[in-house]
């Protein structure tokens, strides 16, 4: 995390560590879930997959589309396709995580009155 970073290399480059620490948030945010999913949290495979099966579809259309709503179409039906294949996909460890993950994101994005009646 942060403080590792600044341990590790604070004294030896303290400007651009205390740039990186500032505005790192979302960068690290991958740190605050299970160890066994950061591989995937790090990883930009799926996104850069997505990008290439969506430049394969303009090209194969030899980028003539009628309106601007096509693209949103190809850009939606592409999404749907890659969704079905990513829900085939097992991702190791998560199945070991999955209660973990389910309460971090049900405390994170729960209503705040839900979660206090939940608690009473």
């Known amino acids: 995390g942060p403080e590792e970073v600044k341990a590790a290399w604070g004294s030896r480059y303290p400007g651009?560590?205390?740039l990186w620490v500032q505005d790192s948030g979302?960068?690290?945010r991958f740190y605050g879930y299970p160890k066994v999913l950061w591989p995937y949290l790090r990883?930009?495979?799926l996104m850069e997959r997505f990008i290439r099966e969506?430049?394969?579809g303009t090209k194969v259309r030899d980028h003539k589309f009628p309106k601007e709503e096509a693209v949103y179409k190809l850009l939606y039906l592409e999404s749907e396709r890659?969704?079905?294949r990513w829900a085939e996909r097992k991702?190791?460890?998560?199945?070991?995580v999955k209660e973990?993950?389910?309460k971090m994101l049900q405390e994170r994005y729960a209503p705040r009155t839900q979660t206090l009646t939940h608690n009473s």
Do not use: D, W, Y
């Open 100 to 102: 973990v993950l389910e």
């Open 54 to 56: 969506v430049r394969r």
């Open 26 to 28: 979302a960068f690290l």
């Open 16 to 18: 651009v560590v205390g």
């Open 43 to 45: 990883s930009t495979n």
């Open 91 to 96: 991702l190791k460890g998560f199945s070991e």
């Open 82 to 84: 890659q969704e079905g």
